[in-house]
């Protein structure tokens, strides 16, 4: 098994080459960017020059593509506005070497939970159809969501990933906000694949789930740690309000074990 410890956020193209370096320096072999209110690496030079230094320091990046998506709005315009998001990360995201988008699917509205499935199902193939033609190399990753309003139980991406061949980011914090416990059994079987991206920080929730993110406790860093499956090359991403400082604490725990 293999784990990439890293932080949600690279902050502004700027000094993203130093920060880089900072992480690098203290262990961390992931990032993920943060484009959550919007996709600020805009320039193509800008976008090649990050990719290539954290390709030289052996740092794994993916994208979080921004909030405002929704795959199964009831308005057709809002789909398709939510899809270019989701594309522009793509074409961003190639250019960086990023290995995943991740993105919140949608909402089911006043659609059933089935008919929600059908419908961002086929949004997927169709993104899925226009990456493959583009030649992005990212993979499109639907995460797991923590609220239990939201489209995005582990069983939904689960089902998405294998009936559209897209990638799937496993937030557990989400996961134990929404079912209240997490069942690495479950998980394992759920996600047989070789390589998981993983989100995770300490969480609040209550009866409908995620409350918000909050620093994460060492005793669950280590629960988390035990559980993981020996099998897998994992990325794990902390995004609590602390995420850089969480992530070194996770690779020392990891490291002594
Ligand atoms: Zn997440």
Redo the contacts with the bound molecule.
Sequence with gaps: MTIKFGP?GLGPVKTAEEVLENYSKLGLKACEIAFTYGIYIKEKSNALRIGKKAKELGISLSI?APYYINLNSAEKEKIESSKKRILDCLEVGNLLGAKCV?FHPGFYGKFSKEGTYENIKKQILELEKIRKEKKYSPKLCP??M?KINVFGSAEEISKLSKETGCGF?I?F??ILARDKEVDMNRIVTLFPDKEWHV???GIEYGEKGEKN?KKTEEKEMKNLLKGLPSDKEIVI?N?SPYPMEDSVAGLNIYSKK
């Design positions: 949600a979080h991740v995460e797991t923590g980011c937030d914090a989400h989100h995770f920080s993110h991403i995004e």
